[in-house]
């Protein structure tokens, strides 16, 4: 009768088992980049991230030159978001706190002046135009809900016109602001002692019109104010309304635009 064969011992087996596994994690190991070259695919691979953020770091730079904080923040912002830990994220990471607040700066600077308007209009016969500023007076907040307060709507114009020279009144436009009898105002600027101007009530012909006659001492003042100015009937009858004059750009009024 033949023998059979002896099965394999376990601690045999696993040995062979070990070998096996050790051989295969070595073929593994010898097939796999060397350190030189994953060191070359990194280098790679950061160069091109670095490539691909110099169209924005450029955009960043020039807008820095040129002093214009919103471009410059918004594309630092970029260049944060999409290289962390690159070249061009270590350098505009430098000074970013300043740069934050002076975009905000320029954006409260540039919201200040939309809220002025600037016309040139032709007059038949006139060799000059007739020129205009205007502004509305500031609005309660809409996205406050204990804002309850009821403010009339009043433009303040600004007008050069070459047949009757300059004017400086308050077209009301919806709402009530009465410039009592006599017509007065008492007008502060930034804030400081408030000053009386004497007015007139005329019309527009389909809305009251209330003109501060004192036009170059008005416009002194708007030239002076860095703020705001507040107007009150000098009779005390109506609430306050306040313009944010900030933005006020006296050479596009007195040329037209």
């Given at each position: 009768m033949t023998p059979m064969p002896c099965p394999l011992r376990?601690?045999?087996?696993r040995r062979l088992s070990a070998v096996v596994l050790s051989l295969g994690t070595a073929l593994l190991i010898a097939c796999g980049p060397s350190p030189e070259e994953q060191r070359a695919a990194?280098?790679?691979?950061?160069?091109?991230?670095?490539a691909a953020l110099a169209p924005t770091l450029q955009l960043y730079r020039e807008a820095k030159a040129r002093g214009d904080a919103r471009i410059a923040l918004a594309s630092a912002d970029v260049i944060l978001a999409d290289g962390p830990g690159s070249r061009a994220a270590e350098e505009v990471a430098v000074g970013l706190d300043a740069l934050r607040e002076q975009a905000k700066a320029q954006a409260e600077a540039a919201r200040l002046e939309s809220l002025w308007s600037y016309v040139s209009t032709p007059i038949a016969g006139?060799?000059?135009?007739?020129?205009?500023?205007?502004l509305r007076n500031r609005r309660p907040d809409a996205d406050d809900p204990a804002s309850f307060a009821v403010v009339p709507t009043v433009q303040l114009v600004l007008r050069n016109d070459p047949r009757w020279g300059q004017s400086v009144y308050l077209v009301v436009e919806d709402g009530t602001f009465d410039c009592g009898s006599p017509c007065a105002f008492r007008i502060a600027v930034d804030g400081a002692e408030?000053?009386?101007?004497?007015g007139e009530a005329s019309s527009t012909g389909t809305r009251p019109a209330l003109f501060i006659n004192d036009d170059e001492g008005f416009i002194r003042a708007l030239d002076a104010a860095t703020a705001t100015i507040r107007i009150v009937p000098a009779n005390g009858r109506a609430e306050p309304i306040e313009f944010e004059v900030g933005g006020f750009e006296a050479e596009r009024y007195r040329a037209g635009g």
């Open positions: 376990r601690p045999l087996r990194a280098e790679a691979a950061a160069a091109a991230r670095e006139e060799s000059t135009p007739q020129k205009a500023a205007s408030p000053q009386r101007f004497a």
